[in-house]
């Protein structure tokens, strides 16, 4: 389906194969279902008043529609807020947070089997732009918030969050002091809670390459590997036998 003057953001399945799509206008968040065969059940717009830009949507095991974006201001869209709405399997509004604040914005939002919803994104909390996690339960209510800061003179991103399959762990990547290995794009859980994280790692010797870099379900880092491939790694997936798969970017420079 095209869908004029619209910018898609990211899509997501439910169990029956509908279809979740999120994007934006130049002032509004556009989520829409289609069903298997491509028919349009239905559109909602949000917010009805302020500027906004579209982040991620995620569906929960029920069928629910977890989207997360964002407030905008000014000539330059500066992030000004977080929204993040959940939508029946109808399209009916169950909820919604609007969390207006300074470099609010939201990254990507992801749901565990319980249909809670785990969001991550920034905010600028004192003196500084830092990484902010929010957990929802199914009703819409905060059931934990997490800030991470690591200094007063870095600017802490996350990219992606991931949860992992018995809804234990909850782990939030992105980049904040520099160190050898870059930002990390993604991160992606295995079968027994390890952590694989896709980012990229720079050695004069070797420049940029895509790297992966696992962690054991206690946090410990059990390897790290740099692949030649390409230069930073951007999605990670890890099957039901523990298989990872990444794909990445090369960069191409011109004089």
Known sequence: ????????????????????????????????KYAPDGTLRWQRITPPSDRARASWVSTDPAGNA????????????????????????????LWQD???????????????????AYVTGTMFLGSTVDAVTIKY????????????????????IPSSIAVSPDGTRIATVGRSVRSDLGTAHDAAFGPQNELYVGTSRYTQATSEQMTIVKYGPGGATLWTRSYEAGDYIYRIAVDRSGDVVAVGVVDTYFD
């Open 98 to 116: 609007i969390i207006p604040v300074g470099h609010g914005r939201t990254v990507r939002v992801e749901t565990d089997d319980a249909g809670n």
């Open 1 to 32: 389906a095209t869908v004029p003057q619209t910018n898609g953001a990211m899509l997501d399945l439910d169990s029956a194969n509908n279809v979740f799509v999120v994007g934006e206008t130049i002032d509004s968040i556009v989520t829409r």
């Open 137 to 156: 339960a199914p009703n819409g209510t905060k059931r934990w918030t997490r800030s991470f800061n690591g200094g007063p003179s870095a600017a802490d």
């Open 66 to 93: 977890i989207v997360a974006g964002y407030l905008v201001t000014g000539g330059n869209f500066s992030p000004a807020g977080w929204i993040v709405t959940k939508y029946s399997p109808r399209g009916n509004l």
